[in-house]
């Protein structure tokens, strides 16, 4: 076979700009990584009690009530939760329900001023509907 030295002069450009081409291609920066989507802020007692009395003003009396439920779930020896939920109870005209809840945040804190005051609401417009039902 003879010798072509015209046809491994044509291959080594080539092969040159594909190694280069390797070269600049590892040399180049990375990439940056795309943003990380913004971390969510954490769910708190304050949050959830702030989207039950966003849901209650909307009207949306199920989605409240899970809220605050969920409220009684994350600090259950909160009793501001208790009265909150008894407090859509209240407002949704369910007074035996909103009882209870005012009575277990009375029974984490006897002195809990928005379940004396809420069961004070209670006790008078109980007072009030007896005598007209009397009459």
């Known amino acids: 076979m003879p010798y072509d030295p015209p046809m491994i002069s044509r291959a080594i450009p080539v092969l040159a700009t594909l190694l280069l081409a390797a070269n600049i291609a590892s040399a180049a920066p990375a990439k940056m990584p795309a943003k990380a989507?913004?971390?969510e802020p954490p769910v708190t007692v304050e949050s959830l009690l702030s989207q039950a009395q966003a849901a209650t003003s909307r009207g949306d009396i199920e989605l409240a009530l899970r809220m605050a439920q969920s409220a009684i779930v994350a600090d259950p020896a909160r009793p501001g939760s208790y009265v909150?939920?008894?407090n859509i109870y209240a407002q949704a005209g369910q007074a035996d329900y909103a009882?209870?809840?005012y009575d277990a945040a009375l029974?984490?804190?006897?002195?809990?001023?928005?379940?004396?005051?809420?069961?004070s609401v209670l006790d008078h417009a109980r007072a009030s509907s007896s005598v007209n039902a009397a009459r």
Request: glycine letters at 14%.
């Open 37 to 39: 989507p913004a971390a």
């Open 84 to 86: 909150a939920l008894g």
């Open 99 to 101: 009882r209870n809840f």
């Open 107 to 119: 029974g984490i804190d006897p002195a809990e001023p928005g379940a004396l005051k809420a069961l």
